[in-house]
C-alpha cells in the first residue's frame, strides 16, 4: 500500500494466508507468530521492531484464550466456567475478577478480588437499565426503541423517595440526534439540526445560542458563532481549512497541508509556523519563526517522542518500558526521574533525581492503600468500602482521618485526628459546609450549577451575576456583577470580543480598557491615569509599558525568546541569562552590580551571589530546605516532622 507521500507500507503473508510480517514507511518490520500446530491459524505471538515480543498468546484445548503476555512480561489468565456463566481474569498478582454473564451474554454480576459485588440488569434490547455497586447504591437508565438514551438517574440508595432522585432526561429526533438535555435541576440545552444533520446550533433553556454553525453541501463546516464572534471557514477540495477570517472578513488564520492532509504551515498574526513530518506521520520539527523551533526524535515506530530539543526548553529525553508506558524522565539539566511498575502494570515507584523513592502498595481490587516517602519515612495508608470510596486516612504519626458518604454517595462528614467532625449537606443547586463548632458556609449554584451565591456564617453573603447562564459558555469568567459580603458591588461590562472593556471598583470608580488585535492596549484609571501596552517584536511579546507621564518600562527578548533586558523608567537595565533549564543564572543592573545564581541537580537554588556576598542554600536528604547561610554569617535551621511540617526553626550567627 502506498500513502499519499509515496512511501510504501508492506504485507506479507504466509501459504495459508495469514499475515506474517507488515514492514511500514520506515522499514520497520513487526512479525507476527503462528506457533500452535493444533490451531494453525492461531496468533500466537507479535515481535514488535525492536525484536521484543510485544504480545503473547496461549490457549487452551478448546481453542480459547487463557493468557496474554505483553512485551513488560505482565499477563493475565482467563479461567472459564461456561456451565455456570462464569469468567475469571486473574491479573500477574493472581487477583481474580469474576464475571457471570446472562444467556445473551450481558455481565450480570462482577465480583472483584476482594468479594464485592456489582449487579446488573438489562432490557430486551440488551440496554443496561439498572446498576448495583458494592455499595447497594443503584443507578437506573431507560432507552427508547432505537436504542437512545432517554433517562440516567445518579447512584443513591433505595431509600431515597423517587421524587427526590437525580435524574437527567434525553429526547432525540427521528434521527436519533439529540435535540434536548433537561438536567436534574430542570435547567436545559436544546439542539437543533438541518435536513440533513448537521447540527444547526445549540441554545440554553431560555433561548440564548450557546454556538451556531453552517455548512457546505458536503457536510464540512463553513462558519461558527458563539456569543461574541464568528469566523468563516475557507476550504479546499478534500474539506481542510485554508482560511479562517473573523466577522470583519479579515484573515485570521492560514494553513497549507502536505500531500499527507497534515498541517505543513500555520500563519497567524503574520507569523508563520511550518511543521515536517517523517515517513510515519509524526512530527519531528515544529519552527515557529524567529529562531523559536522545537525538533522530536522517535523510537524506531514508536508514535510517543523520546528526545525534545527546544531553545526555550532544552533537551529532554523520556524513556518508554517494552509496553510503551512511561519509564522516566532525562531532565534538561541531565538528571533523570524514574518510574517502575508492579506486576500488574501499576505505577509503583518513582525515584527522583536525587535518588528519593516514593512507591505505591496497592491491594488486590487494584487500590492505592499506601505511600511510602523513603527519604522522610513517611507512610500514608488508605482504606476504603466496599464501593471503593475513602473510608479513612491514616498519616505518618497514625492519625486518622474518616470519611462516611450519604445515600447518592455525596460526602457527608470529614472527621479528622482529634475527632473533630465537618458536616456537609446538600440540596439540588447548593451545599452547606458545617464547621466543628457548628458555623455554617452555604454555597449556592443556579440552575446550571454556576455558583451564584455564598453565604456565610455571620449571615453576610456574597453574590455574584454572569454574562451567561451555562458553564459551557464558561459563566464563572464572565462576570457582570459582583456584590460583597458588606452590600457593595462591582460591575463588569466587555466588548464583542469578550475582552474586559470596563470594571467598576467598590466605590463605583471606572477602569477602562482598550486593545489592538488580541493585545490590551490601554488602560485607564478613574483619576485619569493611563497605562500603555507595546507588542512591537514579531512573536507578540509585550515590548513596552508607558505610563502617564510619558515616561516607559521596555523589555527585550533574546534568541530563545526569553526575557533578556529590561530597561526601567529611570534609565537603569537589567539584563539577564539563564542556564539550559531556563533557569536565571545573572542579573545584572547598571546601578546594582551582578547577581549569580547557581542549582542543585533538583533545581533548587543553590547558592545566590551579589554584592553583598555569598548566600547558600541547604537542603537535607528529602529535599526541604534545610537553611539559609547568609553573608552577614547569619544562620537559619529548620527541622521538620515525618510529614515535612516545620517543627523547629534555628537562628544562630556562623562561628
Known amino acids: ?85 462464569l469468567e475469571t481474569i ?187 513530518y517523517d515517513r510515519l506521520g509524526r512530527e519531528v520539527s515544529a519552527d515557529f519563526g524567529n529562531g523559536i523551533f522545537v525538533n522530536y526524535e522517535y523510537e524506531v515506530d514508536r508514535d510517543d517522542w523520546t528526545i525534545l530539543e527546544a531553545p526555550t526548553i532544552g533537551h529532554l529525553e523520556r524513556h518508554f518500558t517494552n509496553n510503551d508506558k512511561l519509564g522516566g524522565w532525562t531532565l534538561v539539566d541531565g538528571g533523570n526521574l524514574t518510574f517502575t511498575y508492579d506486576e500488574v502494570g501499576r505505577w509503583e515507584q518513582q525515584i527522583d533525581p536525587s535518588g528519593r523513592v516514593l512507591k505505591s502498595h496497592y491491594d488486590p481490587a487494584g487500590r492505592l492503600i499506601q505511600v511510602t516517602d523513603f527519604s522522610t519515612g513517611a507512610v500514608t495508608t488508605r482504606l476504603y468500602d466496599a464501593g471503593g470510596r475513602l473510608k479513612e486516612e491514616i498519616d505518618a504519626f497514625d492519625h486518622s482521618t474518616q470519611y462516611t458518604y450519604d445515600n447518592k454517595g455525596r460526602l457527608r462528614t470529614v472527621t479528622n485526628g482529634r475527632d473533630k467532625t465537618t458536616t456537609y449537606s446538600y440540596t439540588d443547586t447548593s451545599v452547606t459546609i458545617t464547621d466543628p463548632v457548628q458555623r455554617r458556609t452555604t454555597v449556592v449554584s443556579s440552575d446550571y450549577y454556576v455558583p451564584v451565591q455564598m453565604r456565610y456564617p455571620d449571615g453576610t453573603q456574597k453574590q455574584v451575576q454572569y454574562l451567561f447562564t451555562n458553564n459551557l459558555q464558561e459563566a464563572n469568567t464572565y462576570p457582570v456583577r459582583l456584590i460583597d459580603r458588606g452590600g ?59 505610563y502617564g507621564d510619558g515616561r516607559s518600562r521596555v523589555y527585550a527578548y533574546g534568541s530563545d525568546n526569553r526575557l533578556a533586558t529590561v530597561t526601567l523608567p529611570s534609565g537603569e537595565t537589567l539584563n539577564y541569562t539563564y542556564n539550559s533549564a531556563g533557569q536565571e543564572e545573572t542579573r545584572t543592573a547598571t546601578q546594582g552590580g551582578i547577581t549569580t545564581t547557581t542549582y542543585t541537580a533538583d533545581g533548587n537554588v543553590d547558592t545566590m551571589t551579589d554584592s553583598t556576598g555569598l548566600t547558600q542554600y541547604l537542603y537535607d536528604s528529602a529535599g526541604r530546605l534545610a537553611g539559609i547561610d547568609y553573608p552577614s554569617g547569619q544562620r537559619i535551621h529548620y527541622d521538620y516532622d515525618v510529614l515535612s511540617r516545620v517543627e523547629k526553626v534555628i537562628t544562630q550567627a556562623m562561628k
Open 1 to 85: 500500500m502506498t500513502d499519499p507521500m509515496g512511501n510504501v507500507i508492506r504485507y506479507d503473508y504466509d501459504v495459508a494466508g495469514d499475515l506474517v510480517k507488515v514492514t511500514d514507511q520506515e522499514e520497520n518490520e513487526t512479525d507476527y507468530i503462528y506457533d500452535e500446530p493444533s490451531r494453525p491459524h492461531y496468533l500466537t505471538e507479535i515481535i514488535d521492531p525492536l525484536d521484543r515480543p510485544a504480545v503473547r498468546t496461549g490457549y487452551d484445548d478448546q481453542g480459547r484464550l487463557v493468557k496474554l503476555t505483553n512485551a513488560d512480561g505482565e499477563f493475565v489468565d482467563y479461567i472459564y466456567d461456561p456451565e455456570n456463566s
Open 488 to 546: 457593595r458591588d462591582r460591575s463588569f461590562d466587555y466588548d464583542t470580543f469578550g475582552r474586559l472593556k470596563t470594571a467598576t471598583d467598590l466605590g463605583s470608580s471606572l477602569y477602562t480598557f482598550d486593545y489592538v488585535n488580541n493585545g490590551l492596549s490601554q488602560s485607564s484609571s478613574p483619576l485619569g491615569e493611563t497605562l500603555g501596552y507595546a507588542y512591537e517584536d514579531t512573536l507578540r511579546n509585550l515590548t513596552r509599558i508607558t
Open 90 to 276: 486473574k491479573d500477574g498478582l493472581g487477583n481474580p475478577t469474576t464475571y457471570e454473564y446472562d444467556p445473551r451474554g450481558n455481565i450480570v454480576q462482577q465480583i472483584d478480588a476482594l468479594g464485592n459485588k456489582s449487579f446488573a440488569e438489562y432490557d430486551d434490547n440488551n440496554n443496561l437499565t439498572k446498576l448495583t455497586d458494592p455499595n447497594g447504591l443503584i443507578s437506573r437508565s431507560t432507552f427508547d426503541q432505537s436504542r437512545n438514551l432517554t433517562s440516567l438517574q445518579i447512584p443513591a440508595s433505595p431509600e431515597v423517595d423517587h421524587t427526590d432522585l437525580d435524574v437527567s432526561y434525553y429526547t432525540y429526533n427521528n434521527l436519533s440526534q439529540l435535540t434536548n438535555l433537561v438536567l436534574p435541576t430542570g435547567a436545559n440545552f436544546k439542539m437543533t439540526y438541518d435536513l440533513k444533520g448537521n447540527l444547526l446550533d445549540m441554545r440554553d433553556g431560555i433561548g440564548n445560542i450557546i454556538q451556531s454553525f453552517t455548512y457546505s453541501q458536503f457536510g464540512d463546516t463553513t462558519s461558527e458563532s458563539d456569543a461574541f464572534d464568528s469566523y468563516t471557514y475557507i476550504l479546499d477540495d478534500t474539506g481542510n481549512i485554508l482560511e479562517i477570517q473573523d466577522k470583519l472578513s479579515n484573515i485570521v488564520t492560514s494553513i497549507s497541508y502536505d500531500d499527507n492532509n497534515q498541517i505543513k504551515t500555520f500563519m497567524e498574526e503574520e507569523v508563520t509556523s511550518r511543521f515536517g
